[in-house]
């Protein structure tokens, strides 16, 4: 064993001294703060950036949402993303059983397309006709 500590004492490389060394300073707590909060965000931020990359609503660019009401603009992102509560939607997250819509009988898929075709609704553009469509869907 003595033997092991004289090689690891003469040999610079086993003793790490090709790391990189720090002066032995004291190191302020709010540099630590900031450089511990710099190091968590860009971490989160990337982490966040991999898992979101092929989401649907990461296409959506923010001049296809339209300067409009709220109601408007809820509906034109849902109906642009998929996320929008329309029988294939429910469908996907386990809640129907089937993705045809159940309000007209058709034998369509109903999603954003099926909207404008559906002889249940009453509502003449695209976004009444959603909140008409999620109204009835929900009786």
């Not at 630590?32 to 609503?57: E, G, H, P, V």
């Not at 029988?87 to 045809?100: K, N, P």
């Not at 009988?105 to 009453?122: F, I, N, P, T, Y």
């Amino acid at each position: 064993m003595k033997r092991g500590l004289q090689a690891l004492a003469a040999d610079p490389e086993l003793r790490g001294a090709n790391l990189l060394q720090h002066p032995n300073t004291a190191t302020s707590y709010w540099k630590i703060k900031l450089f511990l909060k710099n190091l968590c965000t860009s971490n989160s931020f990337r982490d966040l950036q991999t898992r979101t990359a092929l989401k649907s609503w990461r296409r959506v660019s923010p001049s296809s949402i339209l300067d409009k009401p709220r109601r408007y603009a809820v509906a034109a992102f849902r109906l642009t993303t998929g996320h929008d509560c329309l029988a294939s939607h429910l469908h996907r997250l386990g809640i129907f059983t089937e993705t045809f819509c159940p309000l007209c009988d058709s034998g369509e898929v109903m999603e954003k397309d099926h909207l404008l075709r559906c002889g249940a609704l009453q509502g003449l553009m695209e976004v009444s006709r959603y909140w008409e469509a999620r109204a009835l869907l929900g009786q």
